[in-house]
């Protein structure tokens, strides 16, 4: 097989929530657990820090994965959902895993899987895993697919866990509040791990003491510690943070929503230290990984810059919350016009983000390349309720180039609402790149 060949494979024989939504959700561990036992419990071999929450999780895994890289270790980084290419899942020190070890992976175990049925999420977890075993990492940072109680991933014993924060996100899986929701997540804190909790709510916060209590596990909360002091915006991109316990740097990740990821990775990181004797973890480790986060670790699509003159910024926030903080920031941003290319999936609580988006921009509403996409028609006529206004197009490709045609100089074009929206339009930009264009 080829590896195009072995990604159709996985995508057609494995159920893909990125493609099709809760249908591809498998609660329960049964199925995960015959594949961990089929390759000896490979995620016994590494020391691991497990991450979940409903909005950040990939920004501090991959903040808290490049300062551990810094340090010197050999980190693997394990998130979803992908981008471009499946790969990204799955890296060590940044570095994808090979096109080969899929197909391996693939080709040698595909008569033990196929008779489990896995989900997609399932199969590549244990691909994951084996891989960080195979190749001796000293530590992995796991991202939580889904909720977190019966997640794949929460099979590890992890040395630290985080859950940054909750809010309504896959409530037909999770619960319709937030109390219900945190008791999912909850589920990944262990006995006499130590837990930090980025944001709570009053109705989430005594269900996470009352669960770290039960288990034994230390509980930071993140927001009773501000290590941050204050935080600006610098006019290279940058966010510019004074700190209390770790000096003066500045961030590559500069969205406005990164300020409270930022005060729930150095807290994190001081656990490490207090807890688990990670001493090693120096200033110089934090500012640098902070500084480099995307270069060390591959992340994109967090307030992504992507041009100037006009300025062209892209991210994957897809919900209330993740646009409470991109709608203050797109508000303090200076523009003459705003231009937003604008899609979300169909599963999502779209009228509340709708609610959240700035009245004073003009939309593109389009579609993603996958069947979890909202069609821009219906878009459009939901967003028309909530006053705004724009015309439709029938993919992003379409949707950036017409923009492109109607913004100035001082203008502001913004990519948005899915992360498959984002991943479109990187797709469409890395091809224009290869073909000269």
Known sequence: MTYSETIEYLYNSA???QHIGSKAYKAGLETTLLLDD?????HHNFKSIHIGGTNGKGSCAHTLAAILQMSGLKVGLYTSPHLKDFRERIRIN???IPQERVIDFIEKEKDFFEPLHPSFFELTTALAFKYFSDEKVDIAVIEVGLGGRLDCTNIITPILSIITNISLDHTQLLG?????IAQEKAGIIKPNVPIVIGETHPETRPIFQIKADAEKAPITFAEDTQEIKSARFLENGKLHYETLHWGNFSAELSGKYQIKNTNTILNAVRVLQQYLSYTTLTLEHVHKAFYNVNRLTGLQGRWQIIGQS??????????????KYLSQQLATSQYNNLHIVFGMAADKDINSVLNLLPKNAFYY???ASVRRAMPATELKELATRHNLEGETYPDVTSAFIEAQKRTHENDIIYIGGSSFIVADLLSFLEESHLNGL
């Open 94 to 96: 940044g570095e994808m």
């Open 365 to 367: 509403f389009t579609q």
């Open 176 to 180: 319709n509040s937030l109390s219900e």
């Open 15 to 17: 159920p893909l929530f």
């Open 38 to 42: 089929h390759w000896g419990h490979p």
């Open 310 to 323: 006009p300025m062209v910024i892209c991210d994957t926030g897809h919900n209330a919350g993740g646009w």
